[in-house]
Every structure is written in C-alpha cells, then in structure tokens.
C-alpha cells in the first residue's frame, strides 16, 4: 500500500500567518492528491483536488503545490474558520490511504 | 436535494457483525462512486473501501478479509458489512460520493 507522510502533526500559528502542511507519498502518485478540512464534529470537508485544483466554494487564500514526491496545503493568510484538522489523501492505487492529519490551531 | 445519509445500529457486540446503509438522494450509484471512511474518536480518517459506478468494489488490505461493500441501485442504498467488530472498530463510518460530498456519519460502539 502507498503510505502518505504528512507533516506536521499539529502546527500552532497565528491569524494572518502564511502555514503550509505537506505529505509525501511513498511512491509515484501523479497528482492523484486531496486534500480534506475536518471541523470538530463534522464531516470532512474536499478543499483541494487533483494536486492543485481548488474545490467549489473554497475561498482561494487555499493552494495545493506539487514538487516531485511532495505535496503542499498552503493558506496564504490564516483566519479564524480555518482552525481544523487537515488530511491528504491518496487515490492513485487502490487502497486509498490518509496522511495522518495536522491539526491547525492558534498559537 | 444532493445527499447521502448513514443509518445502522450505534451499538454492536463484540465478534458481531456490523451492517450500516448509506441512503443516497439526488444522483444515481451508477454515476457516482461511494466510498466508507471511518474514524475513532479523537484519531484519523481511514479509508475502508469503495462500490464503483459498475458494481465492482475495493477494500483497505487490513480489512479485506471481514468487509464487504454492496448496494442495491433501485433503492439508491449503498450496504456496509463488517464480521467479528471489537472494541478496535469502534468509530464514528461516513459514506462519500468520491470523497467529494459526505454523510453526516454514524457512531458505533462495540460492547456486551
């Protein structure tokens, strides 16, 4: 199974600040990557896809990179709504596979 | 209205089997694919498996062995079915129409 690498696992940041979380798979995935929101209580949310697509509705202060084997979830301003927890995801060879998560939170 | 809604018993006991539906409206399960993805309380997201548009199915390797997908299309239902749960599987289950929209998700505990 492919194993997706994500880091960090919490990252403790400010309103206004640019944060950037990765994951790095464990081998060839194209740009079959997404990446998911998750709010305390609620279902996942799709935010990017295809690597560096942005879903409907996602304000575009959200970007998704691509550099080889690593992938980015970058927020270029950081605002209240965006404290969650952040995952990739994996679907170019079945079984999909989750990066372990990042929790965002105010520093 | 475009949604998918899971329903199955919140309490299963230990070496039993799990049977959770995921009830969809708004579009047809031979459009879209469903996937099932769970989470324990306070950990990660794990995919389990998905029904493609054509029937066929995938499952995570570390469940392979006691998960099984199905649906019937008339009923626009989607059948999660899980032998031998422990305490181990006890997670909040979400269906998703390609991992783009969501359930709401249901709760299960395992325990006697």
């Known amino acids: 199974d492919i194993q997706m690498t994500q880091a960090p696992s919490s990252l403790p940041a400010s309103l206004g600040d640019r944060v950037t979380i990765t994951c790095r798979a464990s081998q060839d995935i194209g740009n079959y990557l997404r990446w998911f929101q998750q709010k305390p209580g609620k279902s996942p949310r799709l935010m990017i896809y295809?690597?560096?697509n942005l879903a409907a509705g996602v304000p575009s202060r959200f970007s998704g990179s691509r550099s080889g084997s690593d992938y980015s979830l970058t927020i270029s301003s950081l605002e209240s709504e965006d404290m969650a927890d952040y995952y990739c995801l994996q679907s170019k060879e079945s079984p999909d596979t989750f990066g372990a998560g990042t929790k965002l939170e105010l520093k | 209205q475009v949604q998918l809604k899971e329903s199955g018993p919140g309490l299963v006991q230990p070496s039993q089997t799990l049977s959770l539906t995921c009830t969809v409206s708004?579009?047809?399960?031979?459009?879209?694919?469903v996937h099932w993805v769970r989470q324990p309380t306070g950990k990660g997201l794990e995919w389990m498996g998905v029904i493609w548009t054509g029937g066929s199915t995938d499952y995570n390797s570390a469940l392979k062995s006691r998960l099984s997908i199905s649906r019937d299309t008339s009923k626009s239902q989607v059948f999660l079915k899980m032998n031998s749960l422990q305490t181990e599987d006890i997670a909040t289950y979400y269906c998703?129409?390609?991992?783009?929209?969501w359930g709401q998700g249901v709760m299960v505990t395992v325990s006697s």
């Open positions: 295809g690597a560096t």
């Open positions: 998703a129409r390609d991992l783009g929209l």
């Open positions: 708004g579009f047809s399960l031979t459009s879209y694919n």
